[in-house]
């Protein structure tokens, strides 16, 4: 037996069954058309910016991290909640446009950004954040070809990382932002060459518990900030403080605490050097915010037993739910929460490793697991999908295709 991820709070029950905004699993099922689907729950999206903003400075400004999920509905449900949005790509810009987004609350980093993408972000008011000082050039080269004033920000590599993340970003030699000591040159040249300044972007890790270490990266994030700012010779427009806020996808992680987070944040915001008094100050999340409030669900086909073990085989599998399957950056495979979201209240009482569709052996949903006795046309529920799910996993593999997806 090996044991499951922690559910996250807020789910209902219906019938005995898992529910969402009122409805079953299987409701949902058949309001979708078919399985594999993903479910948004707005209620969960809202609960969640609710208590981030109670626990947050007022000060600090709020992004959504599109990549997590720019699912069309939550991009549009985020707009009401967020103040900005961060984007990685000409394709995230398009889904921001479509979904009738103000691009000037937008923000555009990522390494590698074509000529076409800067133009089309330079073209609608959305702000770079330049990732090399040859990006910074070309930027303002397209800016001067179609008559504009590009806003742009730095995004810094700093030579701090953020301790304990699952994804590291930051720290020695990366292909993300520019070191931090050519920074300052570049700014002045950016100001110097006509662009709209709009300061910092400092992202420095994904997928952090421990409140500690976010606040002690915060702090050396605000100091470098203020450092770079001197030299630059300007109080900072904006600093983007990055984010890193996790969620509890295994046994034993806890959800982080965003209260003592806060409290620090106040603090340091309280005596915030000159160059920082006016400065706009924002944090991008993009899992913290959307991931608990979805969950995958996927049918049984097949009950079979192998030397023993019993096998509950779905409709979905790694093409929708990579990161579950332990394929999107994991060394060690752990189970995500997984439940038998039609026998969601039924006692466990088996043991059984749920397994996807495709052919092969990577395609694990979860591993000896203890579920209560499922049988062909029961429905799975793998929770924390609502980020990294439809829009990490390589839904084309074996011919698959997309999985639905509903926000209610
Ligand atoms: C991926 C990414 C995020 C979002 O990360 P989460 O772990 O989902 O919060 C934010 N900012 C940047 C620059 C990123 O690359």
Redesign the pocket.
Known sequence: MKPLGPIPAGFETLDGELAIGGKSASALADKAGSTPLFVYSKAMLDRRMADLRAAMPDRLRIHY?V??NPFRPLLEHMAGKVDGF?I?SGGELAMILAAGIDPEKVSF??PGKRDEEIEAAIGVGATL?CESEGEARRTLAIAGRIGKVPRVAI?VNPDFELRGS??K?GGGAKP?GLDAERVPALARELIAGGADWRGL?I?T???ALDAEAIIETQANVLKLAAKIAEEVGEVLPKL?M?????IPYFNGDASVDIAAIGTALSARFIDLPDVLSETELCI????????EAGVYLTRIVDRKISHGTTYLVTDGGLHHQLAASGNFGTVVRRNYPVAIASKFTAEPEEEASIVGCLCTPLDRLADQGHFPQAEVGDLVAVFCAG??GASASPANFLGQGPAREILI
């Open positions: 991290a990549k997590a961060d990685a980093a990522g954040n995004r699952g994804m970003m993300f972007h992202f890790g994904s997928q983007n990055g984010g890193g806020f996790g991008e999340l993009g899992r913290f915010l959307v991931g980020a990294y």
